[in-house]
């Protein structure tokens, strides 16, 4: 009689276990009932029954769920012996063959009932007892003794009403398949012949044999040769020896590549390969001998992990181990060190189809910084190209390069602390050179960066002054936005959100007063960039020395400026603005009167495109001469200290792309 908190010792099973827990936990049972009484063709026979009700299923059609799972073997009974031992908590009846005496509580977890019928030897007659798995404080309730009604000994067990039939899939085939991976190691023990095992539908429709999963004319599972598949972990003196044996499953539908931690044969836990090694993702795929790709399988890679520390440190419920996932302080060795390791011998089992693939993923991130990202070129020296996502995209290519480079320039930060901490001067020589040339190479990496960047701006820009396919130009927003954002003042943009580099290189640290907003905060006239019909000023630091730099911007093709009718003369606009600056009228974003003095000069630029109609209004009415490349005018208004250029689109291009070209010839853009 025993006295157990049943339902607190269901309730109390950890995660790791499945539906597939039980099954497996019964069928092992079945196969040391067996080895015990050693019968001729031991036989273990696992029986699907289905629900009577029909449900359909997106992949399978129309089949019933599972509604209870029988398991029956040929072996030899539930004796006194082995009736009490299931009858007691933590039995150590089965201590010998890795028994932990509580494996029969999984199947309440996942089932509403267990019951067993068995045939055993009394002496010299067969017994037959039957009972059922209690729920409450006895584990075994409603026992019969009677004569026995067979002439061999054996077992049937039945779990009744799965429950969460949703998670123990409907197809035959692949319940076979999950029995089969988590048993393959009876299969595969040397020097040892496991019986025979078969999963059958109820009504008697279907028959697999698990055994011939592993025959030589239907192998859906076959051995990789390994040369050697030994690896050991010292810990505090002792060494501790693990061996792997690795499986191709075939056709592995949604399945992929997986390390199996196995304990006394069975397998306890699986974790992707991928995990460790990006190109196990995938599945992998086998020619016909003959080289025919039509009738090639997909398959994927199982390793199994064998080992006395894996038997001795299985938990309770086979759905874990006592050691840590990581870094393990107590046992000194983790589930991932074991999983690296055997994940490493894989590849190397395998290595054909893991360097193609490896290659391929190579020639993937050297193409995308080549083409798309060459300031990364000095940080992919140094990266291990090993950790990036098999077939990967460019925004993870990216992203890995970014982290690459933050954790470089983070050594170098701790190196450079490191190196100012020490007060020797000696040590101070002896580092600092391959200090400076690391920093210089990161530095390098910025400002390939924001070259190529450049190009990007440059093609952009050329693109906006082309004609659109409705044959008019774009709106001169574009062109001003590739510039400089509109709707932004001092305090809001900063020099690397702008690109006034493409009209001239000093501009890059100039500080504008105003874009698109009223100055004053709105009681004078606002530079109205949006249409560029008003100029935007620019200047340095505040000083009366620093000279003031306007722009005024037209759309490409306009030219009724210059009409005498018109009020948008821009070489006027300019003249007045400076003119309103030097009386004091706009002050700084910061409420501080602009200063500028007698000798102030100011740079007046109006771009836009030089029609006939604009030329001659330059010449006979304006007073400007021509620049030698024909591409520009210019005149000089001495009583205002203001010189000002007139500058086609296609000049402000053709001087950006020249000042330019040799950072783009050296980048190889």
Known sequence: MSNVNIKRAVENIKTGTTVYTPVVELVVNAIQAIEDGKPEGGLVMVTVKRSPQMEMDDEDGAIPAVDSIYVEDNGVGFNDVNRNAFDT???????????KGFGRFTCLKYFDSVTIDSTFSNGSSLKRRQFEMGKDTEIIVNERISEATQSTTGTKVCLGSVRHADRLNKRLLTIAKGIVEKLLPYFIAENYVCPRITLVEGDGSAEIVLNDYLGEKTAVIKEVPVQDGSFSFDVNGREHTFHVRIFKFFSPRNTKSKISLVAHNREVTENPTHSYIPEFVEDFYEHRPDESADEGRNYVIKTYVFGDYL???????????????????????????????????????????????????????????????????????????????????????????????????????????????????????????????????????????????????????????QLTASNEYKDEGVLHDIIFPRKKDSESLEYKEHNLWLLDERLNFTRYLSSDIPLNKGRSERPDIIVYDQPVAYRGDNEASNPVTIFEFKKPQRDDFVNPSSKEDPVQQIIRYVNNIKDGKYKTPEGRNILVAENTPFYGYVVCDLTEKVKKWLAREKDFKVMPDGLGWFNWHDNINLYIEVLSWDKVLKDAGLRNRVFFYKLGL
């Open 311 to 465: 038997n001795d440190h299985v938990s309770l419920e086979r759905g874990g181990f006592e050691f840590q996932k990581e870094s393990d302080a107590l046992y000194g060795i983790s589930q991932s060190q074991i999983e690296k390791v055997a994940a490493e011998l894989t590849r190397d089992a395998i290595a054909s189809e893991v360097t193609s693939r490896q290659e391929k993923k190579v020639a993937q991130i050297t193409s995308y910084v080549e083409k798309e990202a060459p300031w990364h070129k000095d940080i992919l020296k140094k990266t291990d190209l090993n950790s990036f996502p098999y077939n990967p995209s460019s925004e993870q290519i990216e992203a890995r390069l970014q982290e690459e480079k933050f954790k470089d320039e983070a050594r170098i930060r701790r190196e450079v602390s490191r190196i100012l901490s020490d007060g020797s001067v000696e040590n101070f020589e002896k580092s600092i050179s391959d200090i400076v040339e690391r920093i210089s190479e990161t530095s390098k990496n910025d400002l390939v960066h924001y070259v190529a960047l450049r190009k990007n701006v440059l093609d952009l820009f050329e693109k906006s002054l």
């Open 89 to 99: 908590l933590y039995t150590d009846n089965k201590i010998s063959q890795g028994g």
